[in-house]
């Protein structure tokens, strides 16, 4: 009989007990992804299913990808500095599409001023360039719960 | 035997049957997508809910042409399933995309990337693109795959196309899901080709050889068109190869037309009945496999003697055979 992996139980805190799915992109027009491909795979190995959706997405990519494949949580990550644009559009197609149960990260280079704005905005977690991968899958588990509480 | 049937009413058709059973498959069937995302996460986690809504959606299925696009790693599937869906659109055909990627056996967690190659207006409702994980359970991804097309086709797209990874049990049970299956290679895939060559023919019914514009692509094709003469005719089909180039978009009409003649050769020939057949057979087995393993797992888990026979086999005071044999017997009794 075939077996199912093992899976940890802090690996299904996604809604109803299924692995958390997450949605990785990388906004903006600037250069690499390594450090959304390191998260990635960091999150894979700690049991979710993530979902890369790779260079230049537009926030309107990002949301309505988030929508087809029925995201957690969505994470950006951003090096342009199109933080202040890019991120509160994301969140305003979220709101147009009464999807706010879904959890936004982002990571990257941001000022501190402006994390905060970010953060009143409804972004939940930013991470800066000195934060552990350990920070960032626990942060993860804990927002995906969140989801789970208001669905 | 012939059994009278009684008289019954006259039957409410599809759409109003499934209007009347269940708000939800009306969303789907209204083309609400969100719904339709939804549904589909319910159904990778098998609940039954899921089960329910798509016994009533099922009278709106199973017309959609389900292309498998199949191959190793890399060959540039997803970025024909792109190509192909911009061909599609452009013909004003809508259309519904499932990618497979294997789960991690370690953490069950994966990373799905096939959506990277994937350019499309995200405003167009007429494409819904979804990644899927496998989540190792073997005939399990086959039965969601199946599972989440019917609700694509459901929701009104015309045409449905899954990838997956060509190696594998699980691949191939999901690419046997397709009423078309194309198998993807490219030019100089060498040894991988030559031990493909074997089952190769039984898995696809096109044949594409992507990065023609790469030297040594002629060669690919003439040696699969070779064996494709050679191979016997499956239902009056012998394989068809095209070459194509996701990168500088050639071949892609021609792939698309082969996958068409391909498609009304299993409607009008000789195949069709067979080829319906088998896949019903197919889920249908599936399906019920499923239940009678798990309905033998309850059974054994509740039983008492379960736990002795499991020590008398580690302390080797049984041998694992004879155990299996009482086991079994025991689980006739009571099922
Ligand atoms: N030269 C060339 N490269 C191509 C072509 N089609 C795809 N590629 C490249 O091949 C690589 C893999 O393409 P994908 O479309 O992701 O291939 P895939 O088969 O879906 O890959 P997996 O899903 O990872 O197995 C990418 O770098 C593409 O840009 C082509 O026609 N010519
Ligand atoms: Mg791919």
């Given amino acids: 009989m075939a077996k199912s992996p093992p899976q940890t139980e802090a690996s299904k805190q996604g809604k109803g007990g299924r692995p958390i799915r997450v949605l990785i992109a990388k906004p903006g027009l600037d250069g690499h992804d390594r450090g959304a491909k390191v998260v990635a795979r960091a999150l894979r190995d700690a049991g979710m299913e993530v979902i890369y959706a790779g260079l230049r997405q537009t926030p309107e990519d990002i949301v309505a990808a988030a929508m087809e494949e029925d995201v957690d949580l969505i994470g950006l990550s951003i090096l342009s500095g199109a933080h202040n644009v890019l991120i509160p559009r994301v969140l305003e197609l979220l709101k147009e599409r009464k999807a706010t149960d879904v959890q936004v990260f982002a990571g990257g280079i941001i000022p501190d001023e402006d994390a905060a704005k970010l953060r009143k905005l409804g972004v939940r977690a930013i991470f800066g360039p000195g934060a552990t991968l350990a920070t960032i899958i626990e942060t993860a588990r804990s927002l995906a719960a969140k989801r789970v509480a208001r669905a | ?335």
């Fill in chain 2, 1 to 335: 035997m012939k059994a009278r049937l009684p008289a019954v009413a006259p039957r409410p058709s599809p759409r109003e049957r499934a209007t009347k059973t269940s708000p939800v498959a009306k969303r789907v069937l209204d083309g609400d997508m969100r719904a339709l995302a939804r549904l589909i996460s319910d159904v990778e986690e098998g609940r039954p809910e899921a089960r329910e809504v798509l016994r009533t959606l099922y009278p709106h299925t199973g017309n959609a042409p389900i292309v498998g696009i199949s191959g190793p790693l890399g060959v540039g599937k997803s970025s024909l399933i792109n190509q192909l869906l911009q061909h599609l659109r452009g013909k004003g055909k809508t259309v519904g995309v499932i990618a497979v990627d294997p789960s991690s056996p370690f953490s069950g967690g994966a990373v799905l990337g096939d959506r990277i190659r994937i350019e499309r207006d995200p405003d167009d409702t007429g494409v819904f693109f979804r990644s899927m994980a496998s989540r190792g359970h073997a005939g399990g991804v086959a039965q969601s795959t199946r599972d989440a097309l019917r609700l694509l086709e459901a929701f009104g797209m015309d045409v449905l196309l899954v990838e997956t990874v060509g190696s594998g049990q699980v691949d191939v049970e999901i690419h046997d899901i397709a009423t078309t299956r194309v198998v993807v290679v490219v030019p100089h895939l060498g040894d991988e080709v030559q031990t493909l060559k074997a089952g190769l023919f039984e898995i696809a019914d096109v044949f594409v050889v992507n990065k023609s514009e790469l030297p040594g692509s002629e060669r690919a094709v003439k040696d699969l068109q070779e064996l494709a003469y050679l191979s016997v005719p499956r239902d009056g089909w012998t394989p068809r190869v095209v070459p194509t180039s996701a990168a500088q978009r050639t071949g892609i009409s021609e792939l698309w037309q082969a996958v068409e003649d391909h498609e009304s050769a299993m409607r009008n020939g000789p195949g069709a009945e067979a080829g319906r057949k088998a896949r019903a057979e197919q889920e249908l087995r599936e399906l019920l496999r499923e239940r009678i393993e798990r309905l033998a797992e309850e059974e054994l888990g509740k039983e008492a003697s379960w736990k002795t026979l499991l020590q008398e086999v580690v302390a080797k005071e049984t041998d694992p055979y004879s155990a299996a044999d009482r086991a079994f017997q025991e689980l006739k009794r009571r099922i």
